[in-house]
């Protein structure tokens, strides 16, 4: 059993019952109860004193957390039968009280992390049914709480649906290879993707409503029309994007492609 290619950092907890005694068939979902990093949830279950922990956590930093491996039985969901098969996620709130919300990223996050999950462990249906028999686990099942709030709480069937998507939908996309439109802030950034689209039109409303960029296959700036190479190597020229890593760094956050230009400076400079 190994453990999610997603994690940024990993933060142990010694809050475990060692091996699982059920081969994963579940995931727990629950929320922090709290706006806080993948770092503060590491070092929330770091104490023995705890006596809690979570296998992942995703904080507010939309950085994912290792804390208990996933062969390992975390102390999560108040319930020996529960946690022996599920793997279990603390997601960190956007802020803290009312119905506990969660960042739209965090959620995109956690929707790549519970696909993961799944195909590593071959779950092949994500279910939410509501009730215990389902994939998708609630901690306010198992014990007298309000985890994981009312956001996330009403997330779950959305959750899964999205999750069967992507489960089926690698399928469909490694057999046709049409051209996608990926929205992101910059190339570089693959994090910042809000979505790939097949469909330009709507790829550009998502840009829109983000305040990011379409960019083709290749990395190009599809949405807003950007400068050209030429017109940018030009600029650099005249000294408008700085110097070494400053100009690599402002090119690249602008959405555009460093080393692209930097070939047409020297061209030009020659
Ligand atoms: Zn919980």
């Given at each position: 059993?190994?453990?999610s290619?997603?994690?940024?950092?990993?933060?142990?907890s010694p809050?475990?019952?060692?091996r699982r005694?059920?081969p994963?068939t579940?995931?727990?979902?629950h929320h922090t109860?709290?706006?806080?990093?993948?770092?503060?949830i590491g070092?929330i279950?770091k104490?023995?004193?705890r006596r809690?922990s979570?296998?992942?956590g995703?904080g507010?930093?939309?950085?994912?957390?290792l804390c208990?491996?996933?062969?390992?039985?975390?102390w999560?969901?108040?319930?020996s039968?529960?946690?022996n098969?599920?793997v279990?996620?603390?997601?960190a709130?956007?802020?803290?009280?009312g119905n506990?919300?969660?960042?739209?990223r965090?959620?995109?996050?956690l929707i790549?992390?519970?696909?993961?999950?799944?195909k590593r462990n071959g779950i092949?249906?994500?279910?939410?049914?509501?009730g215990?028999?389902g994939v998708?686990?609630?901690?306010e099942?198992?014990?007298?709480?309000?985890?994981?709030?009312p956001?996330?709480g009403?997330?779950f069937?959305y959750?899964a649906?999205?999750v069967?998507?992507?489960?089926?939908?690698n399928?469909?996309v490694?057999k046709?290879k049409?051209?996608l439109?990926?929205?992101r802030?910059?190339w570089?950034?693959v994090?910042s993707?809000?979505?790939?689209?097949k469909?330009?039109?709507n790829a550009k409303?998502?840009?829109d409503?983000?305040?990011l960029?379409v960019?083709?296959?290749?990395g190009?700036?599809i949405y807003?029309i950007g400068k050209?190479i030429?017109q940018?190597a030009?600029?650099?020229i005249?000294g408008?994007?700085g110097?070494?890593e400053?100009?690599?760094?402002?090119?690249?956050q602008?959405?555009?492609?460093y080393?692209?230009?930097?070939?047409?400076?020297n061209?030009?400079?020659?």
């Amino acid at each position: 059993m190994t453990n999610s290619p997603l994690v940024n950092l990993r933060i142990y907890s010694p809050n475990h019952s060692g091996r699982r005694n059920q081969p994963i068939t579940k995931i727990a979902i629950h929320h922090t109860a709290g706006a806080v990093s993948a770092e503060t949830i590491g070092n929330i279950f770091k104490p023995r004193t705890r006596r809690a922990s979570c296998n992942y956590g995703i904080g507010n930093d939309n950085k994912i957390v290792l804390c208990v491996d996933e062969k390992n039985r975390s102390w999560c969901t108040s319930s020996s039968w529960c946690d022996n098969r599920a793997v279990t996620i603390e997601v960190a709130n956007s802020k803290n009280g009312g119905n506990w919300p969660i960042s739209d990223r965090v959620l995109t996050t956690l929707i790549d992390l519970v696909t993961d999950i799944c195909k590593r462990n071959g779950i092949k249906n994500c279910t939410y049914t509501g009730g215990k028999d389902g994939v998708l686990q609630k901690h306010e099942w198992y014990s007298n709480t309000n985890c994981p709030g009312p956001y996330l709480g009403s997330k779950f069937s959305y959750i899964a649906s999205e999750v069967n998507k992507r489960l089926r939908g690698n399928k469909s996309v490694s057999k046709s290879k049409g051209e996608l439109y990926r929205v992101r802030k910059s190339w570089s950034d693959v994090k910042s993707q809000k979505g790939a689209f097949k469909n330009l039109d709507n790829a550009k409303r998502c840009a829109d409503r983000f305040g990011l960029k379409v960019f083709d296959e290749n990395g190009k700036i599809i949405y807003p029309i950007g400068k050209t190479i030429d017109q940018l190597a030009r600029e650099v020229i005249r000294g408008g994007w700085g110097n070494g890593e400053e100009r690599k760094r402002r090119l690249t956050q602008a959405g555009y492609d460093y080393y692209a230009v930097q070939k047409r400076v020297n061209q030009i400079i020659q």
